[in-house]
C-alpha cells in the first residue's frame, strides 16, 4: 500500500507535453513579462513606498543568466516611451544615458563613444587633469607632533651619553644621562595628558632609567646608582628587570659590602632561566669572587687584630731614670732576670707570628704579592711591632730574587741598604748573593764586605765574604770565614757544607767526608749531600761505599738522568755490564741527549753484536752532533758488520758528500765497492790517492815549520774513529766513557749566603753548575723539604 501511495506521487510530478501537429514558429511573440507593465504603477503600494524610501536606492539584483536581450519602449500612462534596464542592472545596448547613446556590443566596443571621439582625446589613467592637489600641512603645535619631537629628543640625548662614556668623558656622559631622564619625565606628562597611560612608551623609559644608572655607577656614585636600579626593578611593568640586581651586587661588591653583593646575585640567580646558562654560569662566577673578597678582608682584619694584641712589656724600667747608684743597681740586676728572658721570648714569638702571617697572606689579600708586601708594611709601621717593617721589606726583595726579577730586588735592597745597622747588614748580605750569583765577583766582594762591617756576627755575611774568597782560589781563607760562621750560628748549614767542599779542593777528604756525614745528620734527605758523600768514596777509591750513597740519592730524585749515569759508569768500572747496561739505559730513557751515554749505549750493543740496536744510538748521535763524521761512519759500519751491504755503501756515499775530504769513508768506499765488483771503486780510489797526497804535502809543511822554529811538539792525534776491524768497545775503567755528573747544583759547589739569619730565604743558582762555587747562606736553619724541593729541581740539565 505504501509502495502504491509513492508511485501516485511520482505520477503527479510528470508532465506531458501537448501533441501538435506541427510548430508555431511566431507564438509568443507578442508576449511580455507582466512585470514591465507600467501603467498600473501609481496603484501599486510596494512600488511607491520603495520610491519615497532608500529601499529603491539599493543596487539592482543581478540575474543568474546574463542577458542583453532588446526590450522594446513600452507606453507610460503619459503617452512617452521609455526605455527600461537590463536585467542586469546596466543600461540596455542602444540606450540614451547622460546625453550618450551606449553602442551596439556588435558595433563598436565598450568604452569609445561619439562625444569621445569628437572632442577629447583617449585618456583612460585621467593624466590630463594635472597633478595631484598638495596635502594638507600638519599642524606643528598639535600635541601629537610635540611628543613626537620630544621622544627624538630623548633618544638624542642617550645615543649622546652612551658615546660620551665610550670615549672616556664620564661627567659629560652623566650630563647627558640626567638631561634625558628630564626630558623623558616631562614626555611621560604630556602622554598621560593626550592618550591614555597605556600608550606611554615602556622602553624609553627603561632605556633612560638603565643608562642614568649606568653611569652614576661609572661615576662612583653608587648610592644615586643604586636609587635608580631600584626604580627600574621595583617597577613591575618592566619584564626582566630583576636581572639588574647583578649590578646592584657588583656595586655592593666594588664598595667591600659582600654581604649584600652575595645577597643580590643570588636575588639575580633566581631571576634567571634554567635555558640562559652562560648567565647563570657567570654569576655564579661573581659569587665565588665575592666569597674570595669576603676571604681577603678577613684576613686583614686577622692580621690587623694580630698587630694590636699588646704585649704588656714596660721597656722604660730597665732605663734608669737618675744616677742614684741604688736604682742602677736594681736595674742592672733585672736586665737579665728570668721575667725579662720571659719577655724576650714573648717578644720574638710575636715577631715570629707577624712576620709568618705576613708571608702567608701577602701574596693573596691583593692582585700582586707586592701590592700584599706593601699592605703589611704599613700596618705595621702603624704599629708597635715598627722594626719588623724592614724584615717585610726584605722579604719583598726575596720573593722578587725568587721569581728571578733581579732589577726591582736590588733596588729594594740598594734603599734598605742605607739604614741601620742591622738592616744594612741583611742588605748588602742579599746584594752580595745576587752578584755573585752574575758572577760579578768584585761587586760581590764589596757587598759582603759592607755586611761584615755592619754586622760581625753575621753567619750569612761571613759565608758570602767566603765565597768570594773561594772564587778566588783561596781555599785556607775561605776556610776561615766560614769556620768563623759556624762559631756564630752552629747550624749554619750553608757554611757547613762550603767548608766541606774547601776541605775536598785541599785534598783532606776525612775531613770533607766528616763534614758531610754531620751534615747528613741535620738534612736525612739532602741530595746534594748524599752526593758529595758518594762523591768522597769515589775520590777515596771505595767504589762499593760510592754506589750504596748514590743508590741513596735515587731514592731522593728517582728521575735524575746524571745520577743515573753515575751508577752505570761506576757499575762499568767494576765490570757489572748489565747493572751498568741497566742504569745508562734508564738514565737515556730521561734524557736521551746525553751523548756519552749514547755512546756507551751503542759501544754496549756492538759488544753483544746487536748491531741494528747499536744503529738507532748512533743515528740519534748524528742528529744531536751533525758535524762529526765519526757517529755516520759507525752507522755504516754496523750495517756492513749486519751483512746489509748495501744501506752499508749508501750511508758510506751519504758521508762522503757531507764530509769530501775524509779519508777513512773514501777507504771503506774503495774496499766497499772492491767487493761488490762495482765501478766506482776506481774513481773513489783516485779521490783516495789525491787526498792522501795532500796529506802528506801538508805534514811536510808542517814539519819543516816546526824544524824551522826549533820547537819539537807532540804530533796530532790520530783521525776520527775508523772500522778496521777492531771491536768498538768501551774500556774497563771507564776512560773512554767517562760520564760526569752536572746537573745537581751541589756538585762541588758551595751554597750562596743571601740574607741574615732573620730571614727565612733561600735560592736557586739560576746559572747551573758552571764552575765550583761555594754554597750561600740563605737562612738560618733550612727544612728538609724545602731543601730538596728548592735546591733541586726536576728540570736538571747538563752542561
Given at each position: ?24 514558429l ?7 513579462n ?32 546574463s ?62 587633469r ?8 600638519k ?58 597611560p ?22 662612583e ?33 666594588k ?15 633566581d631571576?634567571?632561566s634554567?635555558v ?8 655564579m662566577?661573581?659569587?665565588?669572587v ?47 732576670d ?57 722579604n ?18 740598594k ?66 770565614f ?6 756564630n ?16 779542593k ?12 754531620k ?14 758523600i ?15 750513597w ?50 756507551w ?5 756492538i ?13 740519534r ?13 759507525m ?68 814539519k ?6 826549533g ?11 775508523s ?36 730571614i ?22 733550612i ?17
Amino acid at each position: 500500500m505504501k509502495y502504491t501511495n509513492t508511485k501516485v506521487q511520482m505520477m503527479q510530478n510528470v508532465h506531458l507535453a501537448p501533441e501538435t501537429d506541427e510548430d508555431d514558429l511566431y507564438s509568443g511573440y507578442n508576449d511580455y513579462n507582466p512585470i514591465y507593465d507600467i501603467e498600473e504603477l501609481e496603484n501599486d503600494a510596494a512600488f511607491q513606498q520603495a520610491v519615497r524610501t532608500s529601499h529603491g536606492r539599493r543596487p539592482p539584483i543581478t540575474a543568474k543568466i546574463s542577458s542583453t536581450a532588446v526590450t522594446r519602449p513600452i507606453a507610460t500612462g503619459y503617452g512617452s516611451k521609455t526605455s527600461l534596464a537590463s536585467s542586469i542592472g546596466r543600461p540596455m545596448t542602444g540606450a540614451i544615458q547622460d546625453g550618450v547613446t551606449r553602442p551596439m556590443t556588435a558595433v563598436r566596443a565598450a568604452g569609445f563613444t561619439k562625444a569621445a571621439l569628437r572632442g577629447s582625446a583617449f585618456d583612460p589613467l585621467s593624466q590630463s587633469r594635472g597633478p595631484a592637489p598638495p596635502l594638507e600641512a600638519k599642524k606643528k603645535d598639535s600635541p601629537e607632533e610635540k611628543i613626537k619631537q620630544l621622544e627624538k629628543e630623548v633618544n638624542e640625548l642617550v645615543e649622546e651619553s652612551c658615546i660620551a662614556n665610550s670615549c672616556g668623558d664620564l661627567k659629560l656622559a652623566l650630563e647627558k644621562a640626567k638631561d634625558a631622564g628630564r626630558k623623558e619625565r616631562v614626555l611621560v606628562r604630556q602622554r598621560e595628558q593626550v592618550t591614555t597611560p597605556e600608550n606611554i612608551n615602556l622602553d624609553l623609559t627603561y632605556s633612560v632609567l638603565f643608562n642614568l644608572a649606568s653611569q652614576y655607577s661609572v661615576n662612583e656614585m653608587y648610592a644615586e646608582a643604586l636609587n635608580t636600579y631600584q626604580v627600574i626593578v621595583k617597577n613591575k611593568m618592566f619584564s626582566n628587570a630583576g636581572i639588574l640586581k647583578m649590578n646592584m651586587g657588583n656595586i655592593y661588591l666594588k664598595q667591600r659590602n659582600y654581604s649584600k653583593a652575595i645577597k643580590f646575585y643570588r636575588m639575580a640567580l633566581d631571576q634567571v632561566s634554567s635555558v640562559n646558562n652562560q648567565m647563570r654560569i657567570k654569576i655564579m662566577q661573581n659569587i665565588g669572587v665575592t666569597f674570595i673578597q669576603a676571604d681577603r678582608e678577613k684576613m686583614k682584619k686577622a692580621f690587623q687584630k694580630l698587630i694590636a694584641v699588646p704585649l704588656e712589656i714596660d721597656e722604660d724600667k730597665y732605663i734608669s731614670p737618675s744616677d742614684d747608684p741604688h736604682t742602677n743597681l736594681v736595674t742592672e740586676a733585672i736586665k737579665n732576670d728570668h721575667l725579662r728572658q720571659m719577655e724576650h721570648e714573648r717578644r720574638a714569638m710575636a715577631e715570629k707570628y707577624i712576620m709568618t702571617s705576613a708571608k702567608l697572606i701577602a701574596p693573596v689579600i691583593e692582585t700582586s704579592f707586592a701590592a700584599g708586601y706593601d699592605w703589611c708594611v704599613e700596618v705595621v709601621k702603624a704599629s708597635q711591632y715598627v722594626e719588623l717593617a724592614n724584615d717585610l721589606e726584605i722579604n719583598k726583595a726575596v720573593t722578587y730574587l725568587r721569581q728571578k726579577d733581579y732589577n726591582q730586588a736590588v733596588e729594594i735592597l740598594k734603599v734598605l741598604e742605607k739604614k741601620d745597622s742591622r738592616v744594612k747588614s741583611a742588605a748588602a748580605t742579599n746584594l752580595s748573593a745576587l752578584y755573585y750569583m752574575g758572577k760579578d765577583f768584585a761587586q760581590a766582594s764589596s757587598y759582603a764586605d759592607i755586611a761584615v762591617n755592619s754586622d760581625r756576627y753575621n753567619p750569612a755575611a761571613l759565608t758570602n765574604k767566603g765565597n768570594t774568597v773561594f772564587a778566588n782560589g783561596d781555599y785556607e781563607k775561605a776556610a776561615e770565614f766560614y769556620k768563623e760562621a759556624l762559631r756564630n750560628d752552629s747550624s749554619c748549614t750553608e757554611a757547613l757544607y762550603n767548608i766541606g767542599l774547601t776541605y775536598e779542593k785541599l785534598n783532606r777528604l776525612d775531613e770533607a767526608l766528616d763534614c758531610f756525614l754531620k751534615l747528613h745528620a741535620i738534612l736525612r734527605n739532602s741530595a746534594e749531600v748524599l752526593y758529595q758523600i758518594a762523591n768522597i768514596y769515589e775520590l777515596m777509591e771505595n767504589p762499593s761505599q760510592a754506589i750504596e750513597w748514590l743508590m741513596q740519592v735515587v731514592s731522593v730524585i728517582p728521575t735524575d738522568p746524571q745520577v743515573l749515569s753515575k751508577l752505570g759508569e761506576l757499575y762499568d768500572r767494576e765490570g757489572d755490564k748489565s747493572q751498568a747496561f741497566q742504569y745508562y739505559y734508564e738514565s737515556y730513557r730521561y734524557f736521551p741527549c746525553n751523548i756519552e751515554v749514547i755512546e756507551w749505549l751503542g759501544a754496549y750493543y756492538i759488544d753483544t753484536q746487536f748491531w741494528e740496536k747499536a744503529i738507532q744510538y748512533f743515528e740519534r748521535a748524528s742528529l744531536i752532533q751533525p758535524t762529526q763524521v765519526k757517529w755516520q761512519l759507525m752507522v755504516a759500519s754496523c750495517f756492513r758488520r749486519s751483512g746489509n751491504y748495501q744501506k752499508a755503501l749508501d750511508t758510506y756515499k751519504d758521508t762522503h758528500r757531507k764530509f769530501p775530504e775524509n779519508v777513512e769513508c773514501l777507504r771503506f768506499l774503495v774496499r766497499l765497492c772492491t767487493d761488490l765488483g762495482l765501478k766506482d771503486a776506481q774513481e773513489y780510489a783516485r779521490k783516495l790517492k789525491r787526498l792522501e797526497k795532500m796529506k802528506e804535502i801538508r805534514e811536510q809543511r808542517i814539519k819543516s815549520g816546526r824544524d824551522g822554529s826549533g820547537g819539537s811538539r807532540g804530533k796530532r792525534e790520530g783521525s776520527a774513529s775508523s772500522d778496521s776491524g777492531q771491536n768498538y768497545s768501551a774500556s774497563s775503567k771507564g776512560e773512554r766513557l767517562n760520564a760526569r755528573l752536572r746537573a745537581l747544583p751541589g756538585t762541588n759547589e758551595p751554597y750562596e749566603s743571601s740574607s741574615n739569619k732573620e730571614i727565612d730565604a733561600s735560592y736557586v743558582d739560576p746559572l747551573g753548575p758552571q764552575i765550583e762555587r761555594p754554597k750561600t747562606a740563605a737562612k738560618k736553619r733550612i727544612d728538609e723539604d724545602d731543601f730538596a724541593d728548592e735546591e733541586l729541581g726536576d728540570d736538571l740539565l747538563p752542561e
